[in-house]
């Protein structure tokens, strides 16, 4: 069963979740990020941009702490976890779908307390595109996604001007509902035409396309191609596209200690990083920013998928519009395509002539 | 414009039909109306090179990149030079790489555009098809104080001299310097707490050439932990700001590729104003002026040191 909740009543609501720790999109300076509220979400934005990945794996994580005894550390204690249920509001389709990637990663070969224990307290309300979204960057429906979609969304919302289409997706959607009590309201049919509309206007939005079929296959046999030098050209090597990705989650382990005291933090990481390969003998593997820029290309199309069977990109964009460069990660893989159909004309054509 | 990229693409063009360049770095069309960096390398292809209000990369960065790449095992390092299209405040910057031997004025030939302003990208929207034109609200905010509308450095200049029209008061950072300690410290905080430490600023930085950064250091120990909190985002930021002082062109790469917009050209800007007032120093004017860190003046003023 559907429901609304008019705009209006978001303070009310947010009353209602006292007891949980609410999470939604923040403006700082026109910047959104995701953060702790303290008052009823304010829902009428793009994306923002840094993904809410950073909700359930913040970008810097206390692992737990310790002290000094003379020349030996002990007491090693994780901090204390909050066990207040959580709530994030406003997550966009695509970033709600990528929390399904990271479920798997970071229950995959080791089940991941910190990020684990965060997800299953966590109700995602996501919220349908609409508005400054989708924009020019957007591809989510070329794999898979939509912008009304429901993978790793518990209720999603659809803005419907003065109030909110709510669909409850899973229990915990249904929980909600129950703790918001009469602030919800059942929807008339009406309403639920508005949202289709919605949605079906979100769809239409999406400007940009990605064939993606051929993609794994042309990855596989261009690993020595000179076309990564090409592609990585002009790459400045920050580590933006990794970063802002709701999907990457590399991340390294250092331990910070000051005087008697000591804490071991994971931080984001970025393959894009000249350091990030570096071994502790000063040997690096890759060394040049083609091998990097290549490892991006397959690690999201290839190893992501060998290992958990999804790929690690949902379409939102954010690595294409924040590039200073422009590199364009549709172009890239699309034309990785193109040339691993060159290359092998070029090698049938040698073998012909031997 | 449409003039300036004809003389663009005849000087690439003529210059790698005669050998004199191995290559040329320059923009070419992008998707929509952004550009993206090109590397020429046939004169057949100099046909690509576009010159518009979106030509906004600095492209020194790859200049540098070119001047630092060493030859491979059994090779020779291939000295030829290469072209490279710069605007007038990206002409600056090859001025203080030679200045600090970076550069070395012989493997690089300069195609100098004169330049009435370029759009703030972040300013324009992001379906537009072709490259607008630069009005008083799309243009890049260093534009606005920019006293340098024509190459200082150049083989070639394209398009007609720009008069200089603007006198530069540093009205913008004379703002900050306004505030109390306290205001100034909460606006930074502000702007510093959501740095995500993508090192973009640095990356995009053709004077942040060292090969190995003090940020990326491990040994003998770290400087800077990876944290990405208030303290440590703030000291890497004012360390930058400490290695570009005196040096900075105001070329407006960090603050343009800054995926949080963090001001930090404001930063720059300040340091630029002070070394300009109390030790006469303007960078990337003379290639045989002094570094303004490289020389000692008993006669310098002190007064801020207490």
């Given at each position: 069963m559907s429901h609304t909740i008019g705009k209006d009543k978001m303070d009310a609501l947010f009353e209602a979740l006292s007891e949980h720790e609410v999470y939604g999109p923040v403006e700082v300076d026109g910047v959104w990020t995701y953060k702790k509220l303290d008052?009823?979400?304010?829902?009428?934005?793009?994306?923002?941009?840094?993904?809410?990945k950073s909700v359930f794996f913040p970008q810097t994580e206390t692992m737990f702490e310790f002290k000094r005894d003379g020349a030996r550390f002990v007491g090693a204690e994780e901090p204390q976890r909050a066990s207040k249920p959580l709530v994030v509001f406003g997550v966009r389709p695509c970033d709600a779908k990528a929390f399904t990637l990271l479920d798997k990663l970071f229950t995959w070969d080791y089940i991941d307390p910190y990020f684990v224990d965060r997800r299953e307290r966590a109700t995602t309300i996501a919220l349908t595109c609409s508005g400054q979204k989708p924009d020019e960057n957007c591809f989510c429906t070329s794999i898979e996604g939509s912008p009304s979609g429901t993978e790793g969304v518990d209720s999603l919302w659809t803005d419907l001007g003065d109030r909110y289409f709510v669909e409850s997706v899973t229990e915990k959607g249904e929980a909600l509902i129950e703790l918001g009590g009469n602030l919800f309201v059942e929807a008339v049919s009406d309403d639920e035409s508005s949202a289709e509309e919605v949605k079906e206007n979100a769809v239409k939005a999406i400007t940009r396309t990605f064939d993606r079929a051929e993609v794994a296959e042309s990855l596989r046999c261009l690993f020595e191609s000179k076309y990564w030098e090409d592609i990585s050209a002009s790459c400045i090597g920050c580590g933006m596209c990794t970063l802002l990705c709701p999907t990457c989650h590399c991340f390294d382990i250092n331990d910070v200690v000051k005087q008697g005291e000591g804490r071991r933090e994971r931080t984001w990481d970025s393959c894009q990083f000249e350091y990030y390969s570096s071994h502790a003998s000063g040997h690096n593997p890759r060394p040049a920013k083609r091998m990097r820029q290549r490892n991006r290309m397959y690690h999201k199309f290839l190893y992501i998928d060998n290992n958990l069977g999804v790929i690690g990109c949902v379409g939102c964009g954010r690595c294409i519009s924040a590039c200073p460069v422009n590199i364009d990660i549709i172009d890239v893989t699309e034309g990785a395509v193109a040339r691993a159909c060159m290359e092998k004309d070029a090698d049938a054509k040698g073998e012909e002539a031997a | 414009m449409t003039d300036r990229q004809g003389q663009i693409q005849d000087t690439a063009r003529g210059w790698l039909e005669s050998g004199e360049v191995k290559y040329v770095v320059g923009f070419e069309q992008g998707r929509r109306a952004g550009t993206k960096v090109a590397f020429v390398r046939r004169p057949e292809d100099a046909d690509k090179l576009v010159w518009n209000s979106m030509c906004v990369n600095n492209l020194t960065l790859f200049l540098v990149e070119e001047m630092q790449t060493r030859p491979g095992r059994g090779e020779e390092l291939d000295t030829t030079p290469i072209g490279i299209v710069v605007k007038p405040c990206d002409s600056k910057t090859i001025v203080e790489l030679m200045k600090e031997n970076i550069v070395a004025r012989e493997r690089v030939k300069i195609i100098g555009v004169t330049c009435e302003g370029v759009c703030d990208t972040k300013k324009v929207?992001?379906?537009?098809k072709q490259p607008p034109a630069v009005t008083d609200e799309n243009i890049a905010g260093k534009c606005l104080v920019?006293?340098?509308?024509?190459?200082?450095?150049?083989d070639v200049v394209c398009g007609e001299a720009v008069p200089e029209t603007i006198t530069d008061d540093y009205s913008d950072v004379a703002e900050l310097e306004a505030m109390t300690p306290q205001e100034r410290w909460e606006y930074w905080e502000r702007q510093l707490e959501r740095c995500v430490r993508c090192y973009g600023c640095r990356e995009a930085c053709p004077l942040c050439y060292c090969e190995e950064c003090v940020f990326d250091r491990e040994k003998p120990y770290r400087w800077n932990e990876k944290s990405v909190q208030l303290p440590e985002n703030t000291f890497y930021h004012l360390v930058r700001a400490m290695h570009l002082a005196?040096?900075?062109?105001?070329?407006?790469e960090c603050e343009r590729v800054c995926p949080v917009d963090i001001p930090i050209r404001k930063i720059n800007r300040y340091l630029e104003w002070k070394a300009k007032e109390r030790y006469d120093v303007e960078a990337g004017v003379d290639p045989e002026d002094d570094s303004m860190f490289g020389t000692c003046d008993t006669a310098d003023p002190e007064d801020f040191i207490w």
């Open positions: 008052s009823a979400p304010d829902l009428e934005f793009g994306n923002s941009q840094v993904p809410p | 929207d992001g379906s537009e920019c006293t340098h509308h024509n190459p200082l450095i150049a005196g040096r900075c062109v105001d070329c407006g």
